[in-house]
């Protein structure tokens, strides 16, 4: 079973920059790419950051030039990196993990982490 574990949320002030994390475990083999998704209070989830096995990133245009994604020091980690935040960043960032859908394996995808609450106060 895949696990993904989100860290780095917290109050902030508008303007500052924010550092969040995902680490995968368990059974990593399925995963294919890993995103990142937001969800503001009576809001739909967003996608907000996408990045591959290998390393091709996207960013939609609603955040492109303040938000980043990049891997981390170990396979099937990411840091999302987000400057000048604004109030209307604040939501619940979750971790998300899919996999090729089309070989028919990997049925317990796709996979979500438990979210990290990002606050920010102006």
């Known amino acids: 079973q895949t696990q993904l574990m989100e860290s780095g949320g917290g109050l902030v002030q508008a303007g500052d920059s924010l550092r969040l994390s995902c680490a995968a475990s368990g059974d990593i083999s399925c995963i294919s790419w890993m995103n990142w998704y937001r969800q503001a209070p009576g809001k739909d989830r967003e996608l907000v950051a996408r990045i591959t096995n290998s390393g091709i990133t996207y960013i939609p245009d609603s955040v492109k030039g303040r938000f980043t994604i990049s891997p981390g020091d170990e396979r099937y980690t990411n840091t999302l990196q987000i400057h000048s935040l604004t109030p209307e960043d604040t939501a619940v960032y979750y971790c998300?993990?899919?996999?090729?859908?089309?070989?028919?394996?990997?049925?317990?995808?796709?996979?979500w982490g438990h979210g990290t609450q990002v606050t920010v106060s102006l």
């Open positions: 998300n993990a899919e996999t090729d859908y089309s070989a028919g394996f990997c049925l317990t995808f796709p996979v």
